[in-house]
Each structure stands twice: as C-alpha cells, then as structure tokens.
C-alpha cells in the first residue's frame, strides 16, 4: 500500500472509511474553496456521507482500482491525492490532488503528486498517467507541468460542477518519459 513521509512533518498515508470524521471535518472547512473545482465536495457533509464515500473508493482500491490518499502536515489532514481512475489492465491512471488554502505553496501537492506517479509507474507499471483540470485552475496546471506532464487539449463542457460545466484540460505522462531519467523528471516545490 502506497504510504511515506515526505520529510518537514508531511505524510501521505491511505484514507480508509474509519477516517470518515476527520475527512468530513476537513471538507467541511475548505468545501467552499473546493467547490470551482471538484464536483464530489457537497457528497461528503458529514461523518455518515464521508464514511459511504471513503467506502466506495476502500471497495474500489480492494479491487485495484481508484483510491485516496490523506497529505498530512504534523499530523493535521491538509488536503489529498487520488488515483480517481486506476486501470492496471489497461496501464492508464488519473491522478488528483488537492488541498487547503493555508499550506499552498509548500510543494505539497507537487511533491506528493510526484511520489503517486512515480509509484504507479515503477511500482505498478502504469504506462499512463493523466491529469485533469479546468483550465482557470492555475495552481493545478502548474502542478501537472512541473511533473513533466504534455498538455493534450480540452474536453469542453466536460464535468457537472454545481449548475455549471466545466471545460477541463487534459495533460499526461507517459511511462517512458517518467523514467527516461533515473531519478524522474525534476520537479520544483511550489
């Protein structure tokens, strides 16, 4: 099971059903900030929605498919990764990440997206890893190009996000790219 310590009192371990308060507690305190970006934030309003939620996604995991992951700092959840698609028969991923307002520009999310890609392509041998994002999503963007990723184009008018749609860009990696340098590609902390 993916899990490490990302050094500076960061760590990113799996979030499992039995997490469920604790994840509701945080959505609850950055929802507003999520919701441009993430159709799932108004799932989750509680410990009985969160706990259904983190469910599906420990079913899904169990049967090697999308999971989620906790970025924690000093022992506080600050935000999160997700495999949203995760396909090993396939090769093909979709990577997430996400977090509070006030640990942005730590390179937290870079540097836990960078560990999750690594792992799904030396470990699991994925032969894809992608990113989605709305184009107005700025942070997110940089993330997927300090990862080495190539923006691919617009899916238009892709996601229900509330009483919108979004357009969402997609960029990827592909493994021999990720691996044509030893350490994989360099990336810069936010």
């Not at 990113?12 to 993430?38: G, I, K, S, Y």
């Not at 799932?43 to 009985?48: P, Q, S």
């Not at 700092?73 to 935000?79: M, Y």
């Amino acid at each position: 099971m993916l899990g490490a310590d990302l050094g500076n009192g960061v760590e990113l371990r799996p979030t499992e059903p039995w997490q469920a308060a604790e994840f509701a507690a945080f959505m609850d305190r950055v929802r507003a900030d999520l919701d441009p970006w993430l159709p799932w934030v108004h799932e989750v309003t509680d410990t009985g929605p969160a706990r259904s939620w983190l469910q599906g996604l420990a079913d899904s995991q169990a049967k090697d498919g999308a999971r989620i992951y906790g970025i924690h700092l000093n022992g506080e959840l600050v935000g999160g990764t997700c495999f949203a698609l995760f396909e090993p028969a396939t090769g093909l991923c979709e990577l997430g990440v996400w977090l509070a307002p006030e640990v942005r520009g730590r390179g937290l999310a870079t540097t836990a997206a960078h560990l999750m890609t690594d792992w799904a392509v030396r470990v699991r041998g994925m032969s894809r890893v992608q990113w989605r994002v709305a184009p107005d999503n700025h942070p997110s963007i940089a993330v997927a190009k300090r990862l080495g990723m190539s923006y691919e184009g617009v899916m238009r008018s892709y996601l229900p996000v509330q009483d919108r749609r979004l357009d969402l860009e997609v960029w990827s990696v592909l493994a021999e790219e990720w691996t044509a340098d030893v350490q994989g590609p360099a990336y810069i902390r936010e």
